[in-house]
């Protein structure tokens, strides 16, 4: 049995295409493993909020020296950090903001990407930053208004979503990252028709590979 996370990013519901191909990732993934669970986080809708003094005085606190108030202060973001070691397979729905990740699934990421809980740092070592992450495939489908941003694309130089999402997933141990475009969603009638096709083809043939993932059970 493996455990999928499901984290849509977009603040949008039905008129999103990354959440319509999030939930066919879900639904296909599930029907040919029955006995998987998904745990489902919403940051378009619930968006984490952002780092303050506190919480960043509190993370770079020991935990032993840490005072309530500061175990208070990460309480969310160790509730986020449990989730995601729970969780063997990452599903993440990502719209394309001014060219990078929305800022909802940023914040999210500063509270997963925490020192202590999925990196190690020792200023001593001669490789300094250690990631505490292991196992875990990811699974990323982008939403673009244009086309053309995957590697090798016209617009590929634009793209600071794969880029920064494969470095900070990368850093806490998440190296297995697919990629999934739909573009075109400024234009509209056929163009978008066939790319939203394409990527729906691709998580089909993603999914289909489900059973080779290597997931605990
Ligand atoms: C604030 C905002 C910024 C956007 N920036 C870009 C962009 O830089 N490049 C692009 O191709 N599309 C951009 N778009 C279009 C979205 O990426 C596109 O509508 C995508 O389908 C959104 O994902 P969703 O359908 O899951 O909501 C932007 C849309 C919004 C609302």
């Known amino acids: 049995m493996a455990q999928l996370l499901q984290v849509d990013a977009s603040p949008r519901r039905s008129r999103s295409h990354t959440r319509t191909l999030v939930r066919e990732f879900v639904d296909r993934w599930s029907e040919g493993r029955p006995g998987d669970t998904v745990i489902r986080r919403d940051l378009g809708h619930e968006p984490p909020p952002h780092l303050t003094e506190d919480w960043i005085a509190a993370a770079f606190t020991t935990p032993g020296q840490r005072t309530s108030q500061m175990r208070e202060a990460l309480a ?68 673009t208004g244009d086309a053309g941003y995957e590697v090798g694309g016209p617009l590929a130089s634009s793209n600071h979503v794969e880029p920064y999402l494969r470095t900070a997933l990368g850093f806490i141990g998440i190296d297995e990252v697919e990629f999934v475009y739909t573009g075109n969603d400024e234009f509209g009638g056929e163009r978008l028709q066939r790319s939203l096709e394409f990527a729906r083809n691709r998580v089909a043939d993603l999914t289909a590979e489900r059973e080779a993932v290597a997931v605990a059970g």
């Open 76 to 143: 969310y973001s160790d509730h986020l950090v449990d989730e995601l070691f729970a969780s063997d397979v990452l599903v993440l729905g990502v719209p394309m903001y001014n060219f990078g990740v929305p800022a909802m699934l940023k914040a999210y990421i500063d509270h997963i990407v925490r020192v202590g809980r999925t990196f190690s740092f020792d200023p001593e070592a001669a490789a300094p930053y250690t990631p505490l992450t292991s196992g875990k495939r990811a699974f990323v489908i982008v939403g």
